[in-house]
């Protein structure tokens, strides 16, 4: 469990396999229990796996507020079937770079962005990563991301995505139409073209 607006705690080549987290609230401070809980600040996880895990509540890796830095990491065969999504983002905006989610199965996305209360000049950014084989409950919506929010129905996107991929996710060939589901006008921002009939290389 990561907590503070000031915790700037590095993993490097780490592996989170093979557990159960509830998501019950932790005594001390409320925040859930999950195999990774992030509550404000800037961690960074450098050619980390997360994989073949499982969740009740709250996702497989659950983030509230801050930003922090995903790179190089894998997110692999985790079951999240009662969670919203595999990694679950309120408020927060983490950059994914070079970055495989593939077979994690939750209930409304692989990565499930609450973003009310995100200022304007922040966004949760997708670089050079690939989504494969991902499913969400009903096979329709949320195969790589779902967002959600109070205050954001038609306004410009908080996520952006640069040159991903995406193939297999709840069943699609290439990107699917609701694979990435937003309230948003236009549903994403995309810094560079994204790969909607496959998965890109170096991933």
Known sequence: MLTGEGNTTQFVECSFSGTYAGGQPYALNGEPVCVITINGGEPQFHQCSISENDAGMSGIVHQ????????????????????????????????????????????????????????????MNLLHCNFEGNSTSGDQYGGAVQVVCDDCEGDAPEISFSNCGFNGNNGNLGLGLYDIDSPYFPMYRIASDINDNGVVTDV
């Open 64 to 123: 509230r507020g801050g930003s922090g830095l995903w790179y190089e990491g894998v997110f692999y065969n985790n079951n999240a079937f009662a969670s919203e999504g595999t990694y679950e983002c309120a408020g927060g905006t983490p950059t994914f770079h070079q970055c495989l989610f593939a077979n994690n199965n939750s209930r409304e996305g692989t990565v499930y962005f609450d973003s009310t209360g995100v200022d304007g000049a922040w966004l």
